[in-house]
């Protein structure tokens, strides 16, 4: 069964750069097969892609938040990042990292990350 | 970027009811549309992939129709676990986007 795990700091000050890992187990990121995303959920709101990787390093972004957002892969470490930069608090959210490039089977259980001096 | 519309946003229903969720595209997705289930403080499941497909574990109750632009999740015989928030989601195309989301709560 795979696995999900996010970390990073929970709170970021406004213009520094959000900086989250995903650690998965239960299967290799290397393998192939499948992407890794990342979503988010701003508070009492609905869900927002943010983009997603492959092992090789191909990725795609969400345009919205493209200019801001890069998002890596370590597969010697099986784990996948995420940083936002330039924060503000309208990126206050819930970040999942979640298996899948369109479709979502697996989710870590969620960061909240907010933005406050 | 394509548009996911969900409706009603709420809804109050009885165990035992048959709750109907909609969702509408605002271009065609073929049948690429999937649901998930969202309760408080965790992370979604995904329930139902490519329109109908019923995810291995989800319960039969559960049910996907839709095509195009419109598409519908049926809870048969709504049980205490399923009061919960509801999403849509397209996979045709990026960005991928999701509906607003249906809370369904007890009555």
Redesign the interface.
Known sequence: QVQLQESGPGVVKPSQTLSLTCTVSGGSISSGGYYWSWIRQHPGK????IGYIYYSGST?Y???LKSRVAISVDTSKNQFSLKVSSVTAADTAVY?C?RGS????F????TLVTVSP | DIQMTQSPSSLSASVGDRVTITCRASQSISSYLNWYQQKPEKAPKLLISAASNLQSGVPSRFSGTGSGTEFTLTISSLQPEDFATYYCQQSYSSPLTFGGGTTVEIK
């Open positions: 609905g869900l927002e892609w795609d969400n345009p919205s999942f979640a369109m479709t979502y089977d989710w870590g259980q969620g």
